[in-house]
């Protein structure tokens, strides 16, 4: 039995619905619901009553939901105390990353605030953490780290309680089409494409954080794009490098690819303007009130980042 079957299942008790809870878990329906189903089989009795609409517990399920919220909260206690004990790495500050910011936004970031930083406090130290955007956000909430740098979008926001944890902006981000160029420098496969030939499309994993992103700006386009999806993962690095080998077109992040545009390996998909969407980048951490232990380091860092005039 994991743990993430107990969170799901309190989600699901809840909301009274799979599809609003799969969204909040960041995973797909079929795989919230695979995961609900595996729970019950642990449990050897049915837990959900799906013959009712809006979804409602069993007996047995109201009994167990009593039992996952006291087990929880037992396993956030015993972790809290273990970190309260921790003596070591007082200085160490922790960051829970989504992979493509840890590979494209973090280290250039990081350069700047260090340089920013080091004749009043010295060269940070940092530890990095690199996950999809649910578990980042899990890590933090469970207090498994010290900072979640992620991407924010109206349309798309985290599920993060602002009562409990605030945040700061950091900058944008732009997510946009992009393919390999030919020769004379122009792009291999552009959007919205011509008229009965579809695109090979490189796309984010179903569910990922992104994979929603690009389903927001297709459906914006005055012209929705034929695209004809060939490879799928969760990671922008792997979708550039297969853009790179001109296999067909990926929506990434400016960030990801600003070194190949400057070299022209990989060139803009669209019309500028078009076809785009813009992020924002923002540093999320527990509110010092509710922490049980600032870090200094941490502190420091917040301080800066919320000065007038840093980004």
């Given at each position: 039995?994991?743990?993430?079957?107990?969170?799901?299942?309190?989600?699901?008790?809840?909301?009274?619905?799979?599809?609003?809870?799969?969204?909040?878990?960041?995973?797909?329906?079929?795989?919230?619901?695979?995961?609900?189903?595996?729970?019950?089989?642990?449990?050897?009795?049915?837990?959900?009553?799906?013959?009712?609409?809006?979804?409602?517990?069993?007996?047995?399920?109201?009994?167990?939901?009593?039992?996952?919220?006291?087990?929880?909260?037992?396993?956030?206690?015993?972790?809290?105390?273990?970190?309260?004990?921790?003596?070591?790495?007082?200085?160490?500050?922790?960051?829970?990353?989504?992979?493509?910011?840890?590979?494209?936004?973090?280290?250039?970031?990081?350069?700047?605030?260090?340089?920013?930083?080091?004749?009043?406090f010295g060269a940070l130290k940092t530890r990095l953490t690199a996950l999809n955007v649910h578990d980042a956000v899990l890590r933090l909430t469970e207090g498994g780290c010290d900072l979640l740098i992620a991407y924010h979008h109206a349309s798309q926001p985290l599920q993060i309680n602002a009562e409990r944890y605030e945040m700061l902006s950091?900058?944008?981000?732009?997510?946009?089409?992009?393919?390999?160029?030919?020769?004379?420098?122009?792009?291999?496969?552009?959007?919205?494409?011509?008229?009965?030939?579809?695109?090979?499309?490189?796309?984010?994993?179903?569910?990922?954080?992104?994979?929603?992103?690009?389903?927001?700006?297709?459906?914006?386009?005055?012209?929705?794009?034929?695209?004809?999806?060939?490879?799928?993962?969760?990671?922008?690095?792997?979708?550039?490098?297969?853009?790179?080998?001109?296999?067909?077109?990926?929506?990434?992040?400016?960030?990801?690819?600003?070194?190949?545009?400057?070299?022209?390996?990989?060139?803009?998909?669209?019309?500028?303007?078009?076809?785009?969407?813009?992020?924002?980048?923002?540093?999320?951490?527990?509110?010092?009130?509710?922490?049980?232990?600032?870090?200094?380091?941490?502190?420091?860092?917040?301080?800066?980042?919320?000065?007038?005039?840093?980004?």
């Open positions: 039995m994991e743990t993430k079957w107990l969170e799901d299942f309190v989600s699901l008790a809840e909301t009274r619905s799979f599809s609003r809870s799969a969204q909040l878990r960041h995973v797909t329906q079929p795989a919230f619901s695979r995961r609900i189903q595996a729970l019950e089989a642990w449990a050897g009795i049915d837990l959900v009553d799906r013959s009712s609409y809006p979804t409602r517990l069993t007996p047995a399920g109201e009994t167990f939901h009593a039992q996952a919220l006291e087990v929880l909260d037992a396993l956030q206690a015993a972790r809290n105390l273990m970190r309260s004990h921790q003596v070591a790495g007082q200085d160490m500050i922790e960051f829970a990353v989504p992979h493509t910011l840890a590979f494209t936004f973090f280290p250039h970031w990081i350069t700047g605030i260090n340089r920013d930083l080091r004749p009043h950091l900058g944008h981000e732009t997510l946009a089409p992009y393919a390999k160029a030919d020769a004379e420098g122009r792009p291999l496969f552009t959007l919205p494409g011509r008229p009965g030939q579809a695109v090979p499309f490189l796309g984010f994993a179903s569910g990922a954080y992104m994979a929603r992103l690009v389903e927001v700006i297709l459906k914006q386009s005055a012209t929705p794009p034929a695209l004809e999806p060939i490879y799928e993962t969760d990671m922008a690095e792997g979708l550039k490098a297969m853009a790179l080998e001109g296999h067909g077109l990926a929506f990434l992040p400016h960030s990801s690819v600003r070194r190949e545009l400057r070299a022209r390996r990989l060139v803009p998909a669209a019309p500028a303007g078009q076809l785009s969407l813009t992020m924002e980048v923002r540093i999320y951490r527990e509110r010092p009130q509710a922490a049980r232990h600032v870090k200094p380091a941490v502190q420091a860092l917040w301080s800066f980042l919320g000065a007038p005039g840093q980004p």
